[in-house]
């Protein structure tokens, strides 16, 4: 059986080019078209998609505000469409802080030079968030998670029972699975809600995510103190025009400095460096203090522009294992090496869990090699790095 997929977009033009790039693909089958988000709204309600591509700007109510009544109303997984101008990265902050759970730039060359690869990523895109139930946007919990450390997970679901949002998927234990391949390997996460303090020395936290992590990202990030006593750098997989908008958001969301990374400014403790799209973060030290080194890579090998492996290789050289890395929801296994490299230098490795990934392949990554110490939800790790780095 296919998954079904509504296309919303008032350009009956680029509705008809959607539609035939996801049904080239025959586990999609696009059963509708909305052309404004009213529309969309109520054919979610009717067609009950596994996946919504939506447009930004709509007549009669636009994509933002048609997120917000889908994942109150009846939630599906929702990618949206956006301009890569900075008016384009706020309006897509604000769908995915709605609900929305990935985006792509509207115009198929700027996703990719060739557009036979770009209509590839779209069709990965959907099939990989069809096969998954929507992930709760950034409402907050009822209530906190119960306070006690959870053991290895056993074969059936283990974790206790909290509130979740109405919206939210049943929160169970699942195998570990290949979601680009399907197959199911043998390495079973060790799920967490709680980390016990384990005295080791840290400098420095690092961040890895792509999909779903501009959401989960302000999950963490939220929870941290303003006097964070580390420096924090962060890649998420952006655009350029995107990355600087996004920094903002945290940055009025966070108690601690968030901020667009800088060539050469010098490291702060507390302060959370974001890598610019387009680009490569790396740290180097010069005269006894860490500096950021932002690059310009044109390698065609280097698939992850900003790349989390770079980053986190360049921290191992100035930190080296006195780090916590932390690998977030994402699609491929961008930072697995850079993880294995701090590993072998005695820095610890967690990762997003299962449950709570929009897409688990990241994360998988460095669990399935077992570099990650745990799995933990995405609503504790904030409360687990500061137990951890206190």
């Not at 700027?110 to 069709?123: F, M, N, P, Y």
């Not at 998954?132 to 974790?159: D, E, I």
């Not at 750098?233 to 945290?250: D, I, K, N, S, Y």
């Not at 392949?361 to 790790?381: F, S, W």
């Amino acid at each position: 059986m296919a998954f079904k997929v509504l296309v919303v977009d008032d350009s009956s033009f680029y509705r008809r080019r959607v539609k035939d790039i996801l049904n080239e693909d025959r586990s999609l089958e696009v059963v509708g078209e909305a052309a404004n988000g009213r529309e969309a709204v109520e054919k979610v309600k009717s067609l009950r998609p596994d996946v919504v591509t939506m447009d930004v700007e709509m007549p009669l109510m636009d994509g933002i505000e048609a997120v917000k009544r889908i994942m109150a109303e009846c939630p599906v997984s929702i990618i949206m469409f956006s301009s890569l101008t900075h008016e384009g990265a706020k309006a897509t902050l604000d769908a995915l802080e709605a609900g929305a759970v990935d985006f792509l730039p509207k115009r198929f060359e700027d996703i990719a030079k060739d557009r036979s690869d770009a209509a590839t990523l779209l069709r990965t895109k959907v099939r990989l968030l069809a096969r998954r139930a929507p992930v709760a946007s950034l409402r907050p919990r009822p209530s906190p998670r119960p306070a006690s450390l959870l053991k290895k997970a056993p074969p059936a679901p283990a974790k206790p029972a909290r509130p979740m949002p109405s919206n939210a998927p049943k929160s169970t234990f699942v195998r570990s699975s290949t979601l680009l391949s399907g197959s199911q390997d043998a390495a079973e996460p060790v799920v967490v809600s709680q980390v016990q303090r384990s005295g080791k020395r840290y400098r420095c936290l690092a961040i890895g995510a792509s999909t779903g992590g501009p959401v989960a990202l302000q999950k963490v990030l939220t929870h941290l103190p303003a006097r964070f006593p580390f420096p924090i750098f962060l890649v998420q997989h952006m655009p350029g025009t995107f990355t600087h908008a996004f920094a903002e958001r945290l940055n009025q969301h966070c108690q601690i400095q968030v901020k667009e990374a800088e060539h050469g400014e010098v490291v702060q403790a507390g302060c959370a460096y974001l890598a610019p799209g387009g680009k490569q973060m790396e740290v180097e030290k010069r005269a006894g203090h860490a500096y950021i080194v932002i690059k310009e890579v044109n390698a065609s090998d280097i698939g992850y522009k900003p790349s989390v492996d770079i980053t986190f290789n360049s921290l191992s050289q100035i930190y080296g294992g006195d780090t916590l890395a932390v690998i977030l929801t994402g699609m491929g296994a961008d930072g697995r090496e850079g993880c294995r490299t701090l590993k072998s230098l005695g820095a610890k490795v967690w990762a997003q869990d299962k449950d709570s990934s929009v897409v688990y392949g990241m994360p998988q990554a460095v669990t399935v090699d077992r570099l990650a110490e745990v799995n933990i939800d995405i609503n504790d790790i904030g409360e687990c790095i500061k137990t951890e780095m206190s």
